[in-house]
């Protein structure tokens, strides 16, 4: 069986700066609007997860116009996608419903930059639903295998997870009333939060 070799990675975006161009408009195009969600995920195989990285830009200009103190607008371009492949080892996140969970080291693998013109021609026809970009347990277990994590860590990682996650489990079920209807409250508070940044990002 051949080995594959996979990274997870991190794509930013180099802003510059157009100094001498003055825009005399009242009408501009934000960063919110310009640009959605940038977290790089794989999806449900380990031939689809070494494919190209994974990021979502909005269609529209890439440019955003800047209003200065003084009253003079500067314009803001983005004109190239800095992309950074890190290496992967065994996470320790207890929300991991099955299996062991995986995450992103801090070494660097590769480094490139594309442009961004390039970079928007072809993620518009790649872009990943929620359901592609979900690792199945046997799929981790591969990619962390293939970077060196034997069976033991990542059994022990396993029962890492599971007494994190019983314990949290366990205070919750200590928790009276009045905790309980706070801690109801508090999650009732993060769901319309996270609700309300949807909309402003599909708006």
Same mark, same amino acid.
């Given at each position: 069986?051949? /080995?594959?070799?996979?990274?997870?990675?991190?794509? #930013?975006?180099?802003?510059?700066?157009?100094?001498?161009? !003055?825009?005399?408009?009242?009408?501009?195009?934000?960063?919110?609007?310009?640009?959605?969600?940038?977290?790089?995920?794989? #999806?449900?195989?380990? %031939?689809?997860?070494?494919?190209?990285?994974?990021?979502?830009?909005?269609? =529209?200009?890439?440019?955003?116009?800047?209003?200065?103190? &003084? =009253?003079?607008?500067?314009?803001?371009?983005?004109?190239?996608?800095?992309?950074?492949?890190?290496?992967?080892?065994?996470?320790?996140?207890?929300?991991?419903?099955? =299996?062991?969970?995986?995450? !992103?080291?801090?070494?660097? %693998? &590769?480094?490139? %930059?594309?442009?961004?013109?390039?970079?928007?021609?072809?993620?518009?026809?790649?872009?990943?639903?929620?359901?592609?970009?979900?690792?199945?347990?046997?799929?981790?277990?591969?990619?962390?295998?293939?970077?060196?994590?034997?069976? /033991?860590?990542?059994?022990?990682?396993?029962?890492?997870?599971? /007494?994190?996650?019983?314990?949290?489990?366990?205070?919750?079920?200590?928790?009276?009333?009045?905790?309980?209807?706070?801690?109801?409250?508090?999650?009732?508070?993060?769901?319309?939060?996270?609700?309300?940044?949807?909309?402003?990002?599909?708006?």
């Amino acid at each position: 069986m051949n /080995k594959l070799r996979c990274t997870d990675t991190l794509i #930013s975006l180099n802003p510059q700066k157009d100094d001498a161009t !003055i825009e005399e408009t009242s009408t501009c195009t934000s960063l919110d609007d310009s640009l959605s969600s940038g977290n790089s995920m794989r #999806s449900t195989s380990v %031939e689809t997860s070494i494919d190209t990285p994974s990021t979502a830009l909005s269609e =529209g200009p890439l440019t955003t116009i800047m209003k200065l103190d &003084n =009253g003079l607008e500067r314009k803001v371009s983005f004109k190239h996608v800095h992309v950074k492949e890190f290496d992967r080892i065994i996470g320790d996140n207890p929300s991991c419903s099955f =299996g062991v969970p995986i995450s !992103i080291g801090w070494t660097v %693998e &590769n480094e490139s %930059e594309i442009d961004m013109e390039e970079y928007e021609s072809f993620r518009e026809h790649h872009r990943r639903s929620k359901l592609e970009m979900l690792l199945p347990k046997e799929t981790r277990e591969v990619l962390l295998m293939d970077w060196g994590c034997s069976t /033991k860590d990542m059994s022990l990682a396993v029962k890492e997870k599971v /007494k994190i996650k019983n314990q949290r489990n366990f205070t919750v079920a200590k928790l009276g009333p009045i905790d309980s209807l706070e801690e109801w409250m508090e999650r009732a508070n993060r769901k319309m939060k996270k609700m309300f940044r949807r909309r402003q990002t599909s708006s």
